[in-house]
């Protein structure tokens, strides 16, 4: 009785690696961030050309990466029961139920 009474659930293995990866990678940007804010990484020739003319190609590259990585970002979490909506069936399908 005094047992059952103690017991609790152990979270699983795949849920602990999940927060150990979250908070090892949420370091790793806190300490990229420092060292940003410290002076030691130096961003300001980031998107310019080794001559310090601007380089539109580099900063579209960067927006991009983020409108992408947003995006993925969102469809992951907009999923239902822990899901992605990413799904593998055929675009068309969905196309077509939206005409009718």
Same mark, same amino acid.
């Given at each position: 009785?005094? $047992? $059952?009474?103690?017991? !609790? %659930? !152990?979270?699983?293995? =795949?849920?602990?690696? @999940?927060?150990?990866?979250?908070?090892? &990678?949420?370091? *790793?940007? &806190?300490?990229? *961030?420092?060292?940003?804010?410290? =002076?030691?990484?130096?961003?300001?020739?980031?998107?310019? %050309?080794?001559? =310090?003319?601007?380089?539109?190609?580099? #900063?579209? #590259?960067? /927006? #991009?990466?983020?409108?992408?990585? *947003?995006?993925? #970002? *969102? /469809?992951? &979490?907009? =999923?239902?029961?822990? %899901?992605?909506?990413?799904? @593998?069936? +055929?675009?068309?399908?969905?196309?077509?139920? $939206?005409? +009718?």
């Amino acid at each position: 009785m005094i $047992a $059952a009474a103690i017991a !609790f %659930e !152990f979270p699983s293995a =795949g849920i602990i690696c @999940g927060y150990l990866i979250c908070f090892l &990678v949420g370091a *790793l940007g &806190v300490a990229i *961030l420092y060292l940003i804010f410290d =002076g030691t990484i130096d961003l300001s020739r980031l998107i310019s %050309e080794p001559n =310090g003319d601007g380089s539109m190609a580099r #900063f579209q #590259f960067l /927006v #991009f990466t983020f409108i992408i990585s *947003l995006s993925l #970002f *969102l /469809v992951i &979490v907009s =999923g239902k029961n822990g %899901e992605a909506r990413i799904s @593998g069936e +055929h675009p068309k399908r969905d196309i077509d139920s $939206a005409r +009718h």
